[in-house]
């Protein structure tokens, strides 16, 4: 007799429990953005973490990647993205690609991304996803984000995952009239405070204090 293999239901929602949960928790942190939403449902976070910390991959805390960095918990992912009230037309700047997680749901929601990492090996492992996930649109480059892109500014959105003294001058420079940049500020772990920073058409800006986080530094070279 030939045995057709079909594939049991347990076999096929193996890990599905563990992304509904932290969509779940998503939801409950009061994000209801169904764009965000899908493009978090549509990254497999597994991919980002570390073979030490895969069963903790949907919880919503921040993990070790290589280099003493951190990949963001969920929510603040989400809640980021969801403050940058992105647009599928449109150019994001990303600084800190880290593992590439938020790099991967930018890049879901937008035209395109330019990501910058100080870190080669991250930016290498980072590209690596990228290519095994087909998001093409996905410009990564090493070096000092906190002097931004120059040679491709001005930049619709721009969003920083590494915690600055304060709101680094040159990026609010390559932000295009109209744009918003998310940034968390802080010198102390215990005290940054994630900001919402919007330049108007005349180029006035205006900041709005979203909550507080605790991020890596962005070390300037
Ligand atoms: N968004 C990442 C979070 C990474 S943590 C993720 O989802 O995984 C912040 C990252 O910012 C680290 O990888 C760190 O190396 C990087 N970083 C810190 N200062 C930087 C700078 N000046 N320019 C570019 N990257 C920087």
Redesign the pocket.
Known sequence: MLYQHIPTQSSVNEGAGDRIRMLMKLRNSGINNVEVLSAMESVPREL?VEDAFLEHAYDDTALP?P?G????QPTV?GWMTWALDLEPRMRVL??????????SILSKLSRRVYT????RD?LAM?EERFAHLKLTNIVTKR?????GWRDVAPFDRI?V??AASEIPAELLEQLSPGGIMVVPVGNNVADQILLRVEKSQSGDISTQHLMNVR???????
């Open positions: 980002f990647i280099s960095q951190t990949i963001s992912v990303e600084i800190g690609t880290g593992s590439g997680y938020q790099t910058i990492e100080r870190h991250l980072a070096g000092d984000g906190s002097k969003m995952t590494a991020f890596v530094p962005l070390v300037q070279d």
